[in-house]
Nanobody
Framework: QVQLVESGGGLVQAGGSLRLSCAASGRTFRTYAMGWFRQAPGKEREFVAAIRSGGGTYYADSVKGRFIISRDNAKNTVFLQMNSLKPEDTAVYYC??????????????????????WGPGTQVTVSS
């Protein structure tokens, strides 16, 4: 069982930056693929970014060039650096984890059904 806890959310003006963190329990963090998803009010949960156990990354088109996902295996933590934030980035952001099964396609890392563990979420609000 893996427990995830997000932090770093808050209120920021458009154009600003936030850094989200997700701390994971367990000794095998380095073997996990980690993802960030978000859900805005009235909308379905959507993929934001993912990082494989080996460091390969995936991004949603809407955040590519603005967000950066990274991981620190020594600290069992994954980060999401969010720059040039827009009001449409407002959502609850969720961290997710699963054993990295070395999928050949990106859907193994961008699809929420691939993830076994989820954090409670952290609110990000971007004002215009």
């Amino acid at each position: 069982q893996v427990q995830l806890v997000e932090s770093g959310g808050g209120l920021v003006q458009a154009g600003g930056s936030l850094r989200l963190s997700c701390a994971a329990s367990g000794r095998t963090f380095r073997t996990y693929a980690m993802g960030w998803f978000r859900q805005a009010p009235g909308k379905e949960r959507e993929f934001v970014a993912a990082i494989r156990s080996g460091g390969g990354t995936y991004y949603a088109d809407s955040v590519k060039g603005r967000f950066i996902i990274s991981r620190d295996n020594a600290k069992n933590t994954v980060f999401l650096q969010m720059n040039s934030l827009k009001p449409e980035d407002t959502a609850v952001y969720y961290c997710a984890a699963s054993i990295d099964r070395n999928y050949s396609g990106s859907y193994g890392y961008t699809g929420d059904i691939r993830y076994d563990y989820w954090g409670p979420g952290t609110q990000v609000t971007v004002s215009s």
